[in-house]
């Protein structure tokens, strides 16, 4: 049973930047393709990232291409996503998760962990 914690989300001003990070016990991540998901309010939660086991392709949502980079750290069954230039529109729940297969990470299928809060406001 693979566990998720995710951190590093708190309150930052527009244009700043956060770094979030994932990590797993219980088993290993290392073979999962893995995501990262948001949940803004009153929308439903969406894939904002993406990367494939061995960190060689990663996929992005337009509204984040260019300001989010998602890496791992498969030695430490870590996941990243470091965010940059944010906006406003980007406040929301972020959270991890994964599937083997990297063109199924839109149904993720390890359990929801609780997500860490990303709010973007002056």
């Known amino acids: 049973q693979v566990r998720l914690v995710e951190s590093g989300g708190g309150l930052v001003q527009p244009g700043g930047s956060l770094r979030l990070s994932c990590t797993a016990s219980?088993?290993?991540?290392?073979?999962?393709?893995m995501g990262w998901y948001r949940q803004a309010p009153g929308k439903q939660r969406e894939l904002v990232a993406g990367?494939?086991?061995?960190?060689?392709?990663?996929k992005y949502a337009d509204s984040v291409k260019d300001r989010f980079t998602i890496s791992r750290d498969n030695t430490k069954t870590a996941l990243y996503l470091q965010m940059n230039v944010l906006k406003p529109e980007d406040t929301a729940v972020y959270y991890c998760n994964g599937h083997y297969d990297y063109y199924k990470l839109d149904s993720p299928i390890i359990s929801w962990g609780q997500g860490t809060r990303v709010t973007v406001s002056s």
């Open positions: 219980g088993s290993i991540i290392s073979g999962y393709s």
């Open positions: 990367i494939s086991s061995g960190g060689v392709y990663t």
